[in-house]
């Protein structure tokens, strides 16, 4: 079975720093793999996705995602951490059904704490 | 304009009532879903629909019962509402005949549901 797995509930970071929150994936073929970021009281926005290519992906608002095979993990990276990133972050990996329909199973998410 | 929209934001009700949570897409999109918040901000599929046809069905209690009556359009009507069913929907949509580097998931805002 498909599967995320955000081993972080919470990062904290301080402003200006370079922030990493993890994720590894267990899927039977090759992954499709998603970042979404969760502002409070606000839906799911998307960052990034990796499909093939590039095992470095980039993303919006300057953030980028490390695909690693050997290590199943896609870690979300951003060099230089800003207050307003400040927020639930989900990553997530396509699953197909049966027909073809996909649909998205998602990691617990990690709450990240950027501080002044 | 919104690209999906669901209504209403917020709902507060009485365990045993009936409630139910529109969802519209401008996106033209021919797959639509349903995602389950809880409390502790994990995330779960409950429905998706293709073009009007049922295609996941995660196990949901009977009295969650979705309703398309195109493919813009994704209802969610619950019977009987438990304490547990407290939560926020999301809905979202997707473009299934994509090939896969298109293909991602595109959310609402939310509903939040509190059951008394």
């Known amino acids: 079975a498909q599967s995320v797995a955000q081993p972080e509930d919470q990062v904290n970071v301080a402003e200006g720093n370079p922030l990493t929150v993890k994720c590894t994936y267990s899927?039977?073929?090759?992954?499709?793999l998603f970042w979404y970021v969760q502002y409070p009281n606000r839906g799911l926005q998307f960052l990034l996705k990796?499909?093939?290519?590039?095992?470095l992906v980039k993303g919006s608002y300057g953030f980028e995602a490390e695909f690693n095979k050997s290590q199943t993990s896609f870690h979300l990276k951003k060099p230089s951490a800003l207050v307003s990133d400040s927020a639930l972050y989900f990553c997530a990996v396509r699953a197909s059904e049966a027909g073809g329909y996909n649909k998205l199973i998602f990691g617990a998410g990690t709450r990240l704490a950027v501080h002044p | 304009d919104t690209a999906v929209s669901q209504t209403p934001k917020y709902l507060v009700t009485q365990m045993g009532n009936d409630k139910s949570i529109k969802c519209e897409q401008n996106?033209?999109?021919?797959?639509m879903y349903w995602y389950k918040q809880d409390s502790k901000k994990f995330l779960k599929i409950m429905f998706s629909y293709n073009n009007k046809e049922l295609i996941i069905n995660e196990t949901v209690p009977n009295r969650f019962s979705p309703k398309s009556p195109d493919k813009a359009h994704l209802n969610l009507h619950i019977n009987s509402l438990e304490l547990g069913d407290s939560a926020v929907y999301f809905c979202?949509?997707?473009?299934?005949?994509?090939?896969?580097?298109?293909?991602?998931?595109?959310f609402g805002e939310g509903s939040r549901l509190t059951v008394l």
């Open positions: 899927v039977s073929g090759n992954p499709y």
């Open positions: 996106l033209g999109h021919d797959t």
């Open positions: 990796y499909i093939t290519g590039d095992n």
């Open positions: 979202a949509s997707s473009q299934d005949g994509w090939t896969g580097s298109r293909w991602e998931l595109f």
